[in-house]
């Protein structure tokens, strides 16, 4: 069929010829199609559907949790409801945001071993890094 595999994300093919792109992006049995020839889709769907059972999305609103919002030229996608329910997982102490930074004292020996511990923040972090790669 010459459809490539994307090396990030595997579930997501291009087909490209001279007049033609598509791009395709099929997760369990699940499948969403953006071309710029619904010929080219049609044809895709029937040839595809002899060898597996694909769930066809022709409008999407959400998606494996990304919401998708179109406009006239534009797509773009977010997950708040990830976002905020990371966000909620952790004490606010821990995402409290301040501008300017605070000065903090020098960090010696004598301060406790629990206010050293890095685990809360490169939590936060990985969530967060977790939340952009999906994205």
Known sequence: ???TAMEVDQSLYIFRSRETIMAIWIYVDDGVIASNSPEAVSNFKSQLCTEVEIKWCDEISQIVGLECMFGKGEVAIAQRRL???ILAAYPQKIVKIEW???VLPTVNSNLKDDILDPTP???VIGSLAYILSGS
């Open 1 to 3: 069929m010459g459809i």
């Open 83 to 85: 976002t905020d329910s």
């Open 100 to 102: 300017p930074p605070p």
């Open 121 to 123: 923040f490169q939590s």
